[in-house]
T-cell receptor, first 109, second 112 residues
Framework: RKEVEQDPGPFNVPEGATVAFNCTYS??????FFWYRQDCRKEPKLLMS???SGNEDGRFTAQLNRASQYISLLIRDSKLSDSATYLC??????????FGTGTSLTVIP | DAGITQSPRHKVTETGTPVTLRCHQT?????MYWYRQDPGHGLRLIHY???????DKGEVSDGYSVSRSKTEDFLLTLESATSSQTSVYFC???????????FGSGTRLTVV
């Protein structure tokens, strides 16, 4: 079983829509959680860390559910510039980061 | 971000030749990593370093070696390149364990 699993999509949504991505992780000992954004042919960039209490950064909200071992990312009022691949990342002790294969989002005018 | 640079950005090499990729950082971060990214596999860790001369293997280390003689430089060497090593290679740095990464711009390597 993969450490981190994401729905690859693609998600095609109109501008202004709300879209949500989920990610599941297999190891309950995982400690830290992140969402990264990767544009086509570019490097991944940290979008936000995910905390147990949930956290929000502008139009982006991240949630962690440790009991069910999943992480979510909600994007409100989607912009064309949000089109990218979103990577779910999980860390546990031993300096091990595990990356999902990414969820592709295209925001359509 | 200018804090981490990779070189070269693109390289085409022949099977069986040695190749070295360089990662240079100006952030003085302790941890440095080499990943490869392939369709359907996501990012996979090749090797990482937790200090000068301190390195360890990752998930896909076979066929690769690394060296870190200075805090700012982390080199990845393919001893004898194979077509299966055609990939995009990313270097990353982090301040400490469990902290989010900053990635370099990547090196697109093609082995023919």
């Amino acid at each position: 079983r993969k450490e981190v699993e994401q729905d690859p999509g693609p998600f095609n949504v109109p501008e202004g829509a709300t879209v949500a991505f989920n990610c599941t992780y297999s190891n309950s000992a995982s400690q830290s959680f992140f969402w990264y954004r990767q544009d086509c042919r570019k490097e991944p960039k940290l979008l936000m860390s995910v905390y147990s209490s949930g956290n929000e950064d502008g139009r982006f909200t991240a949630q962690l559910n440790r009991a069910s071992q999943y992480i979510s990312l909600l994007i409100r009022d989607s912009k064309l510039s949000d089109s990218a691949t979103y990577l779910c990342v999980v860390y546990r002790t031993g300096n091990q980061f595990y990356f999902g294969t990414g969820t592709s989002l295209t925001v359509i005018p | 971000d200018a804090g981490i640079t990779q070189s070269p950005r693109h390289k085409v090499t022949e099977t069986g030749t040695p190749v070295t990729l360089r990662c240079h950082q100006t952030e003085n971060h302790r941890y440095m990593y080499w990943y490869r990214q392939d369709p359907g596999h996501g990012l996979r860790l090749i090797h990482y370093s937790y200090g000068v001369k301190d390195t360890d293997k990752g998930e896909v280390s076979d066929g690769y070696s690394v060296s870190r003689s200075k805090t700012e430089d982390f080199l990845l060497t393919l001893e004898s390149a194979t077509s299966s090593q055609t990939s995009v290679y990313f270097c990353a740095i982090s301040e400490d364990r469990g902290y989010g990464y900053t990635f370099g711009s990547g090196t697109r390597l093609t082995v023919v």
